[in-house]
């Protein structure tokens, strides 16, 4: 009688015992997510491409060049543009880094200041201004960019009936550039890299002036801002 009751409550144990672990096993988790949200923004960069090339200059000289990947501010001094400088042309070409994971406009506006106000002064119109970009070198993204500017601005031109001389095609001097105008716009220039990846569109902007029998003027400005954005 004793061994019987025993082997019940045995046998009622180990059946619990299996219900519970039955209970356990399907309440197990085997499977998990992580759900995570992101974004990537329209990005557009411009900075200083390196060095400027001044030339053509008689006195002056460049004041503050300009350094590879750092913000463009170049201070340049072009010295006499009246008839005692003997050159063709004084020149100064600056590089322009861009850097984009989306289209781009790069725009520039253009102003003259302190040379006077008559029909002699040196004007807007005076100063030459193009862009010369090059085919995109393999470690960018594909595509063409257009130039809304003849190139360089010594490249053709002719002198009016008052003997003035006038640069060639449109865009082609400050005086086109008064408000902000696109001066290049392309596709996206960046490969899918990283920041630290110092790959960006080399293009250098190009000012000229013809020295002539502009009136006098001792303290001429001379100013050039570009913008870029994603158009």
């Known amino acids: 009688m004793f061994q019987s009751i025993k082997r019940a409550v045995t046998l009622v144990g180990m059946v619990t015992l299996l219900a519970m672990t039955a209970v356990v096993a399907s309440a197990q ?6 759900t ?12 200083s491409g390196g060095a400027v090339t001044l030339s053509g200059n008689s006195g002056g000289s460049v004041t503050t060049d300009g350094t590879v990947d750092t913000p463009l501010a170049v201070v340049v001094d072009l010295g006499e543009l009246g008839p005692s400088n003997t050159n ?13 994971n989306v289209s781009y406009q790069l725009k520039m506006s253009g102003s003259v200041s302190g040379a006077g106000a008559t029909a002699y002064s040196l004007k807007a119109s005076d100063v030459g201004f193009g862009m010369n970009p090059s085919a995109r070198p393999a470690n960018l993204a594909s595509g063409t960019d257009t130039n809304t500017t003849p190139g360089d601005p010594t490249v053709g031109g002719s002198t009016d ?3 003035r001389w006038v640069f060639a ?6 005086n086109d550039f008064s408000s902000s105008t696109a ?3 392309g596709p996206r220039i960046n490969k899918t890299t990283p920041k ?14 013809k020295p002539q029998f502009y009136d006098p003027a001792a303290a001429i400005t001379i100013s050039a801002n570009f913008t870029i954005s994603a158009p």
């Open 161 to 163: 009936v008052n003997g």
């Open 88 to 100: 063709s042309f004084v020149e100064l070409s600056v590089p322009l880094k861009l850097r984009s």
């Open 196 to 209: 630290s990846n110092s790959a960006g569109l080399v293009v250098p902007a190009i000012f000229a002036i």
């Open 169 to 174: 095609g449109s865009n082609s001097t400050l």
């Open 36 to 47: 995570m949200s992101a974004a990537v923004s329209n990005y557009v960069e411009l900075n």
């Open 183 to 185: 001066a290049l716009t």
């Open 29 to 34: 988790q085997t499977t998990g997510s992580v």
